[in-house]
């Protein structure tokens, strides 16, 4: 039996994620959820697979849930410092990270020194401060694994591969809603334009990213720390169909790739039974109808956050994390109608231009600089804005 905790269970690929232990009751058991503000989900949730513990951050949310009774037998916390306390939590073996943004980070870094395995969706850990991040699981013996879909499949490529084998990764990209348009059409786009991703449903945040291309700038960097490649050997192709996960090339010039539909239940499932397959009912490929499968490169031209972020990888230090904290603050204010589309790109490059940087950065020096860089991105808004 797998001991799971799921840090953000009542998101995209928290709910998917308690679909994949549903189906294999014998295998996994849910011993920690947390949501943000969600109650009637995380109760549901709560009442449907009997965790331990369970956590709600907004104290307001808490203070609801409350009232209307704590299920008997379950230890419930509220507030953000008890994220930390459930990715530690003693029951657990492993830790979903699905929180979104550098919220995640702290928790997957409490995670890490209790020792438990860690399944990252949340990226935002490994760009603003991947480097600290595997340097401690190495010390502490963890095992880090992808959940984020061009990642496993990455994982898979290179299962019985050797490091030296490797030329280059190769991350597919859908390309987005606004794939093939030019400067001044994006500049025009509504943010529920941005909302419809062509193939993948997903949470709000990670949408719009993928709208922008920031989704595989941040994924690149995340390529970097997981699988310990330099920026010159992680190329990103635009592959619409979002069949193909993702790919890697070997000195021989061969190229493996892994298929798929898109459907995150794979990849997660992948990461929980930390890479031995099972059996599943997800819909398969079906070969008997024609597909087709077309590769393409980006438009760095158009899609600025792309080379911005191979910019801010190559930096290196603070200069990733800051990128991240930016392109926060620049995604709420584009979802608060503050600023356009093109001004998603304007904030991430006014703030890396900003930013003095800083080399071998602790976790304090992360923190700060996460903190500074959301403060320039929001003096920089208001000022575009009056
Ligand atoms: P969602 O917005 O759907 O879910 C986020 C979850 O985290 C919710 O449970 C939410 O609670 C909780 N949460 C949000 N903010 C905070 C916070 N500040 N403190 C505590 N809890 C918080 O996001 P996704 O599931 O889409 O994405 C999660 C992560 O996985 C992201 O890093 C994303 O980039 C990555 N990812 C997602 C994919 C997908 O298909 N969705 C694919 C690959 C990677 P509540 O519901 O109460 O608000
Ligand atoms: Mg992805």
């Given at each position: 039996m797998i001991n799971v905790a799921i840090l953000g269970s009542t998101g995209s690929i928290g709910t998917q994620t308690l679909e994949v232990i549903a189906a294999n009751p014998d295998l996994f058991r849910v011993r920690v959820l947390t949501a943000y503000s969600n109650h009637s989900l995380l109760r549901q949730q709560i009442e449907r697979f009997r965790p331990d513990f369970a956590v709600l951050t907004s104290d307001r949310a808490a203070q609801t849930f409350r009232e209307a009774g704590v299920p008997a037998g379950l230890r419930f916390a509220q507030g953000e410092g008890c994220l930390l306390e459930a990715a530690a939590y003693p029951t657990a073996d492993i830790v979903v990270n699905s929180l979104v943004g550098f919220a995640g980070l702290a928790p997957s870094i409490a995670c890490i020194n209790a020792g438990k395995t860690l399944a990252i969706a949340n990226k935002e850990t490994l760009v603003a401060a991947g480097d600290l991040v595997m340097k401690l699981a190495a010390a502490k013996q963890v095992k880090v694994v992808p959940v984020d879909s061009e990642h496993s499949a990455i994982a898979q490529c290179l299962a019985g591969e050797t490091a030296s084998a490797v030329k280059r990764l190769l991350l597919t990209a859908s390309g987005g809603?606004?794939?093939?348009?030019?400067?001044?059409?994006?500049?025009?786009?509504?943010?529920?334009?941005?909302?419809?991703?062509?193939?993948?449903?997903m949470g709000r945040k990670i949408t719009i990213d993928s709208a922008t291309l920031m989704n595989k700038g941040l994924e690149v960097i995340e390529a970097r720390w997981l699988f310990d490649v330099d920026y010159e050997r992680i190329d990103v192709v635009v592959h619409p169909q979002s069949i193909v996960h993702s790919m890697v090339e070997f000195v021989d010039g061969s190229v493996k790739g892994q298929l798929g539909l898109p459907d995150m239940k794979l990849p997660i499932q992948y990461a929980l039974?930390?890479?031995?397959?099972?059996?599943?009912?997800?819909?398969?490929?079906?070969?008997?109808?024609?597909?087709?499968?077309?590769?393409?490169?980006?438009?760095?031209?158009?899609?600025?956050?792309?080379?911005?972020?191979?910019?801010?990888?190559?930096?290196?230090?603070?200069?990733?994390?800051?990128?991240?904290?930016?392109?926060?603050?620049?995604?709420?204010?584009?979802?608060?109608?503050?600023?356009?589309?093109?001004?998603?790109?304007?904030?991430?490059?006014?703030?890396?231009?900003?930013?003095q940087g800083s080399s071998s950065p602790d976790l304090a020096a992360y923190m700060a600089a996460d903190d500074w860089a959301r403060q320039a991105a929001e003096k920089y808004i208001n000022k575009v804005v009056r």
């Amino acid at each position: 039996m797998i001991n799971v905790a799921i840090l953000g269970s009542t998101g995209s690929i928290g709910t998917q994620t308690l679909e994949v232990i549903a189906a294999n009751p014998d295998l996994f058991r849910v011993r920690v959820l947390t949501a943000y503000s969600n109650h009637s989900l995380l109760r549901q949730q709560i009442e449907r697979f009997r965790p331990d513990f369970a956590v709600l951050t907004s104290d307001r949310a808490a203070q609801t849930f409350r009232e209307a009774g704590v299920p008997a037998g379950l230890r419930f916390a509220q507030g953000e410092g008890c994220l930390l306390e459930a990715a530690a939590y003693p029951t657990a073996d492993i830790v979903v990270n699905s929180l979104v943004g550098f919220a995640g980070l702290a928790p997957s870094i409490a995670c890490i020194n209790a020792g438990k395995t860690l399944a990252i969706a949340n990226k935002e850990t490994l760009v603003a401060a991947g480097d600290l991040v595997m340097k401690l699981a190495a010390a502490k013996q963890v095992k880090v694994v992808p959940v984020d879909s061009e990642h496993s499949a990455i994982a898979q490529c290179l299962a019985g591969e050797t490091a030296s084998a490797v030329k280059r990764l190769l991350l597919t990209a859908s390309g987005g809603p606004f794939r093939g348009r030019k400067l001044p059409e994006i500049a025009q786009v509504s943010l529920a334009e941005c909302l419809k991703h062509p193939n993948w449903s997903m949470g709000r945040k990670i949408t719009i990213d993928s709208a922008t291309l920031m989704n595989k700038g941040l994924e690149v960097i995340e390529a970097r720390w997981l699988f310990d490649v330099d920026y010159e050997r992680i190329d990103v192709v635009v592959h619409p169909q979002s069949i193909v996960h993702s790919m890697v090339e070997f000195v021989d010039g061969s190229v493996k790739g892994q298929l798929g539909l898109p459907d995150m239940k794979l990849p997660i499932q992948y990461a929980l039974n930390q890479g031995v397959r099972l059996d599943s009912a997800f819909t398969r490929l079906d070969f008997t109808q024609a597909l087709t499968l077309t590769f393409e490169p980006p438009d760095l031209d158009t899609f600025r956050a792309l080379p911005l972020a191979y910019e801010a990888g190559r930096r290196g230090g603070t200069f990733p994390c800051v990128m991240n904290a930016a392109n926060e603050i620049g995604v709420q204010a584009f979802i608060d109608g503050k600023i356009g589309f093109v001004g998603m790109y304007d904030v991430v490059e006014h703030v890396l231009n900003q930013h003095q940087g800083s080399s071998s950065p602790d976790l304090a020096a992360y923190m700060a600089a996460d903190d500074w860089a959301r403060q320039a991105a929001e003096k920089y808004i208001n000022k575009v804005v009056r």
